[in-house]
């Protein structure tokens, strides 16, 4: 399977400490991957750097995408590309109904479908204005349900960011499948080992490094073999195992 992405020996400095430190990983085209680790590794640093958030850049490496090099590439850039990623705050759009935040991109997964798959019924939300009417975890959701409906090339789902964490079980299922049967990929970011078993691949972050790829399920075995209330890497033997 070829490969989508691809980060390769990337490192970020932060205040003079390594948050992300001589990283690999891969993902292949229309592959749901999981990237499982506690408070402090770094994920969602690592999804800032693929995204290109802000002023998050790569202090060393290079982060490939469908073989083309996007270190230097905007956010806005790389969202052409495919990229796309679900908002810690997600966006209000006054004078903008849901059925048109949904309807921005042609897709042939229609409005109803999305909201439906996000736990939200159409007829309730399709008329109303994306604005500070709605609740957080109401925008949450919605933004969850735009992402769908632009069926992107990579998903990036940060689980305590994007609102992926309040849906349940079966709802995060079917949001997956969903970007899979689209033909997308996915970086699931989850402390959850329980999520991650629904991805084709795992990854294990420790201290801002991978630690081990493989199965889910022997990834969140690893992952439970000791889980830590907080990442604390200089302390700790585990990121060198």
């Known amino acids: 399977m070829a490969k989508l992405l691809e980060v390769n020996n990337l490192t970020y400095l932060a205040g003079g400490r390594k948050i992300i430190d001589d990283l690999c990983l891969s993902i292949n085209t ?4 999981a990237l499982i680790g506690t408070n402090g590794t770094g994920k969602s640093t690592l999804a800032c750097l693929i995204m290109g958030c802000g002023s998050c850049r790569a202090t060393e490496g290079e982060i490939l995408f469908a073989g083309h090099r996007i270190n230097d ?7 052409t590309q495919g990229i796309t990623m679900a908002w810690q705050e997600p966006a209000r759009f006054e004078g903008l109904s849901v059925r048109e935040y949904l309807s921005l991109k042609p897709s042939e997964v229609t409005a109803d479908t999305c909201l ?5 019924e159409p007829r309730t939300y399709l008329d109303r204005q ?3 009417a709605l609740s957080g975890g109401e925008r949450k959701r919605i933004e969850l349900a735009s992402i769908l409906a632009i069926s992107p090339q990579l998903a990036l789902l940060d689980e305590p960011d994007s609102g992926i964490d309040m849906l349940s079980t079966s709802e995060i299922i079917k949001v997956i499948e969903s970007l ?3 033909g997308a990929a996915v970086l699931l970011i989850t402390h959850r080992d329980e999520i991650a078993r629904i991805a084709d691949r795992a990854s294990l972050l420790c201290g801002g490094r991978i630690i081990c790829t493989g199965p889910p399920e022997t990834v ?4 439970r073999e000791r889980r830590c209330a907080v990442c604390n890497s200089w302390e700790c033997d585990y990121a060198g195992d």
């Open 30 to 33: 229309g592959e749901v991957h």
């Open 73 to 79: 590439l905007e956010i806005h850039e790389r969202a």
């Open 116 to 120: 439906t798959m996000v736990g939200l």
């Open 130 to 132: 994306v604005d500070k």
């Open 180 to 182: 899979r049967a689209s």
């Open 220 to 223: 969140a075995d690893r992952y």
